[in-house]
Each structure stands twice: as C-alpha cells, then as structure tokens.
C-alpha cells in the first residue's frame, strides 16, 4: 500500500509539476502531495452506508416511562372522540390527508370537515391538559366566570347591579 500511495503521489507530482516554484523546499512540496493523497485514498476507503440500510434499532431511543403513559393516555383520549371526529382527526394528521379529500371521503362538506378536525383537537387538548370541561372545577369555574359577566352586563337599576 506505501508503494502505491508513493507511485500515485509522484503521479500527482508530476501532473502538477507547473505549480512547484524552482528554489522552494521540494520535499516539502512533494510531503504536500504525499499527505494529500494519503487522505484522499482514505476517504475513498471509507465505508458508507445508506440510511435505509441501517437497522432502526440504532436510530431509536427508548421512551421514558413518562411518554409510555403520556402516549397511553392518549390513546384512551382518542377512543373517547366521538366516531366521526376521531377518523377526521386521523385521517388529516396521521394519513396527511387535505381537508378536501377528507370532505369527499366521508360524504360532508370542507368546512364540516374542517370542524370535525378542529373539535377532536381541542378535546384532546383539553382532555391531555386536564382541562376536561366535564369535571367539577371547571364547571364551577365556568359558572363563577358566567356570574361575573352576567354582573358586569346586568343594567344599572337591577338587583344584580347592586349587591
């Protein structure tokens, strides 16, 4: 392998013979080339590999406990979506589907499938949140903020307006 890393390097040498500047260091010059193409044959021999060919066990991480149980309650989350949310929701963000396509699948129209979409997202937000409009708190936060408004839009002369 020396031998023919020197032939190939006086090859080069003498391809390049031109860019040597007479009364400058030779060896040098020629050590250049030499380490030059050293790297080069290197790089030639260094193995590659197309992604798709390595196993994806190398790529992959294992999920921590916390995303087991985060993607578990999402599953039962998505279960809970009403049939018809739950297939737009799939359809638009696991398959890519258009809203266009979805409508013409499921026989409604762009905007109800758009709507269908919009729901189940905000559900799921709010189920994975714990902002679960059917629990006690937020009913009860809800009604203390319908009180306060209904105070605040009751006319001046009523009984509301006036504690």
């Known amino acids: 392998m020396a031998e023919d890393l020197v ?28 380490r030059n193409r050293f790297i080069s044959d290197l790089r030639k021999r260094r193995e590659t590999t197309d992604i798709e060919d390595i196993p994806a066990s190398v790529l992959a991480t294992t999920a921590s406990h916390e995303d087991r149980l985060a993607l578990k309650d999402l599953a039962m989350a998505l279960d809970r979506l009403p049939q018809d949310q739950r297939e737009a929701l799939i359809m638009v963000v696991l398959h890519g589907m258009s809203y266009e396509h979805l409508a013409e699948a499921t026989g409604c129209a762009v905007g109800t499938a758009k709507s269908r979409v919009f729901r189940a997202r905000r559900q799921l937000e709010n189920w994975m949140t714990g902002e679960d409009p059917d629990a006690p708190q937020v009913k009860a936060r809800i009604a203390r903020v319908r009180g306060l408004l209904a105070e605040r839009t009751a006319p001046l002369g009523s009984a509301a307006a006036h504690p």
């Open 7 to 34: 032939q190939d390097a006086v090859c080069n040498a003498l391809a390049a013979q031109d860019s040597f500047i007479p009364g400058t260091n030779f060896s040098a010059w020629m050590h250049r080339i030499l």
